[in-house]
T-cell receptor, first 110, second 118 residues
Framework: QQKVQQSPESLIVPEGGMASLNCTSSDRNVDYFWWYRQHSGKSPKMLMSIFSNGEKEEGRFTVHLNKASLHTSLHIRDSQPSDSALYLC??????????FGDGTVLTVKP | GALVYQYPRRTICKSGTSMRMECQAVGFQATSVAWYRQSPQKTFELIALSTVNSAIKYEQNFTQEKFPISHPNLSFSSMTVLNAYLEDRGLYLCGARGQGAISNERLFFGHGTKLSVL
């Protein structure tokens, strides 16, 4: 069964700092990685997705993907207290199955 | 825009009873629907996945006998938690995907149904 591992489990960064979150899949059939953010008491909302090797940037958020190692990372620069949330990494295959990791709890301290 | 509605938002049931929850995709034609459970510890588990023209596929540890799902079409899905016990507590999320290649279409989540068991 596919496993999606995220690290660290929790992360505290100062306001304005850089937050870096990691995610690795064990399934060679994975073709897309997704990053979702879930604020407390809310449903997950998609932040970014990536399927090509390399980097994708959207505003303060940058996602990297290394397809050979099935590793993706999410970097948030100039972190804000409103970025404090549970960040979920998910991997999808062409069967439509999306598997989530256990998440990283990010806390941005003012 | 594309939305996924879930009903009810919260529910409390007595141990050993059953409860039904519903999910509706609005504003797009769903091509796949997945039910997830997020435990109180925030761990995500895929319960089952339905895609166009294929049977509902349940994940390990989840069965049709315990979590029967029905949908006249993929834009409307309902799932029942039969004989709910404490370990069934959590947030039940429905995610639906729209038209396009199955893997690269984003999953829209509903707000979830929070199940508490007394």
């Amino acid at each position: 069964q596919q496993k999606v591992q995220q690290s660290p489990e929790s992360l505290i960064v100062p306001e304005g700092g850089m937050a870096s979150l990691n995610c690795t899949s064990s399934d060679r059939n994975v073709d897309y990685f997704w990053w979702y953010r879930q604020h407390s008491g809310k449903s997950p909302k998609m932040l970014m997705s990536i399927f090509s090797n390399g980097e994708k940037e959207e505003g303060r958020f940058t996602v990297h993907l290394n397809k050979a190692s099935l590793h993706t990372s999410l970097h948030i620069r100039d972190s804000q207290p409103s970025d404090s949330a549970l960040y979920l990494c998910a991997a999808s295959t062409n069967t439509g199955k999306l598997t989530f990791g256990d998440g990283t709890v990010l806390t941005v301290k003012p | 825009g594309a939305l996924v509605y879930q009903y009810p938002r919260r529910t409390i049931c007595k141990s050993g009873t059953s409860m039904r929850m519903e999910c509706q995709a609005v504003g797009f034609q769903a091509t796949s629907v997945a039910w997830y459970r997020q435990s109180p510890q925030k761990t995500f588990e895929l319960i089952a996945l339905s895609t166009v023209n294929s049977a509902i596929k349940y994940e390990q540890n989840f069965t049709q006998e315990k979590f029967p799902i029905s949908h006249p079409n993929l834009s409307f899905s309902s799932m029942t938690v039969l004989n709910a016990y404490l370990e069934d507590r959590g947030l039940y999320l429905c995610g639906a995907r729209g038209q396009g290649a199955i893997s690269n279409e984003r999953l829209f989540f509903g707000h979830g149904t929070k199940l508490s068991v007394l």
